[in-house]
């Protein structure tokens, strides 16, 4: 086995990324553009083609192939994306579960060939930390990953990661629920009071798959949390929330506010195709598209559709 290599992956520490600095990026500079990916997952393509996916996921080589792929295409990009968000379920083996372990090096070795002028930005999945999480999950996420919970600003936009399994089964760690969700109350009176350009978040679980009114399942939040959360994000001016989880695209409008939800790099569980989305970021609005892997892989193509994603209006 080869040995592991020092651990160049950016980590979220003291609920902030050091690499952008606050004092420099608060302020707007102009448009720019993000990648957002979702449950690279490595394991569960292997245990959902075998009908078990809590103890399959023993081979995760489709996985490698198609995050190496997804890194590749990343790394044409020009003009460069500002960062790469993975929004949750990094690995599929749940935490004390065999293979976590190899899937999570395989998936740092890939991580580690993105260009590091793209910053690659970690937020946590119910695979990542449990369905039930415990402060010992926790911690052992946040010593691999990075801070569960973190915000940071990026070209005059207030960036918030949260850690969703809070919000989904707390009840073993009621009090680190209570912290976030304190530290939430505190982010979003920053953005009220900054006036940012625009206020996103990014999460695993989405606050609804399609309908804000739709009944909670195992895919989308609580209707009391999903409401809460929506009414402190509408007050803050959020404009957007990315998500995955789904493993399929979804999402719609709330009050002006836009769920996102996109398909997976790894597994997908409906009709859509291993992907990327594509964020563009004007003073007024942001948009985006989800593309192919294939898709992505074609820089040029991608880049022309940038060119008018971008354009101010
Ligand atoms: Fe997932």
Partial sequence: MAEEGP???LKARERTLSVFREDVEQKWKGPFYFIQGADPQFGLMKAYSIGDCSSGGDEWEEEHL????AVQAINRLSPRP???????????????????????????DILKGVSRDIPVVFVSGNHDLGNAPTPETIEDYCQEWGDDYFSFWVGGVF?????????????????????QDAWLDRQLA????????????????????????????????????????LGKFHKAGVKAVFSGHYHRNGGGTHNGLDMVVSSAIGCQL???????????????????????????????????ELTALMKPN
Avoid at 89 to 104: F, I, S, Y
Avoid at 159 to 179: G, I, R
Avoid at 278 to 283: E, L
């Fill in 270 to 304: 409906g009709e859509d195709t291993h992907g990327l989305r594509v964020v563009a970021v004007t003073p007024e609005k942001i948009t985006h598209r989800y593309y192919s892997l294939d898709e992505m892989s074609n820089h040029q193509g991608i880049e022309k």
């Fill in 159 to 179: 960036f918030l990661v949260l850690n969703t399994q809070l919000y989904f089964d707390a009840s073993k760690c009621p009090e680190l629920k209570q912290a």
């Fill in 82 to 108: 500002k960062f790469f968000v993975l929004c949750g379920d990094l690995v599929h083996g749940m935490p004390g579960t065999p293979w976590r372990k190899a899937q999570t090096r395989d998936l740092k």
């Fill in 66 to 69: 198609l995050t190496q792929q």
């Fill in 190 to 229: 920053v953005a009220e009071e900054k006036q940012c350009q625009h206020v996103v978040v990014f999460q695993h679980i989405p606050l609804f798959r399609k309908d804000p009114n739709e009944a909670h399942d195992y895919f989308n939040l609580d209707e009391s949390i999903r409401r809460e959360l």
């Fill in 7 to 9: 651990d160049v992956l």
